[in-house]
């Protein structure tokens, strides 16, 4: 689920950020956190280019990634959020606690 981009620390996000893919995606992400927090990476990025679908479940997945990475002093960046992210987070309030980047 990793992918080398022109930033260390990236996490590919999947297609659809659902219900249904939630769970492996909470899994790679909290491992990402972890290996962030060893390597006293001062950010992580999640890569968000081919995530067309969000939902409720998806955003708290998202910001269960924010929060453990805060405890470790570690800003999370989203990368390339599409209309559909961007909009999930502006509808919710929760655009504040990302970094984002096109």
Do not use: C, W
Not at 74 to 81: E, G, M, P, S
């Amino acid at each position: 689920m990793q992918m080398a981009t022109e930033h260390s620390n990236v996490l590919l996000a999947p297609e659809r950020l659902v219900t249904e893919t939630r769970l492996d995606f909470r899994r790679a992400a909290l491992e990402h956190v972890e290996r962030a927090a060893l390597d006293s990476a001062p950010r992580i990025y999640v890569d968000l280019s081919p995530t067309r679908d969000i939902d409720a479940s998806g955003l708290g997945v998202l910001v269960l990634l924010q929060k453990r990475a805060r405890e470790r002093m570690i800003a999370t960046r989203l990368l390339h959020a599409g209309t559909s992210v961007k909009q999930m987070l502006l509808l919710t309030k929760l655009d504040y606690l990302f970094e984002l980047e096109d």
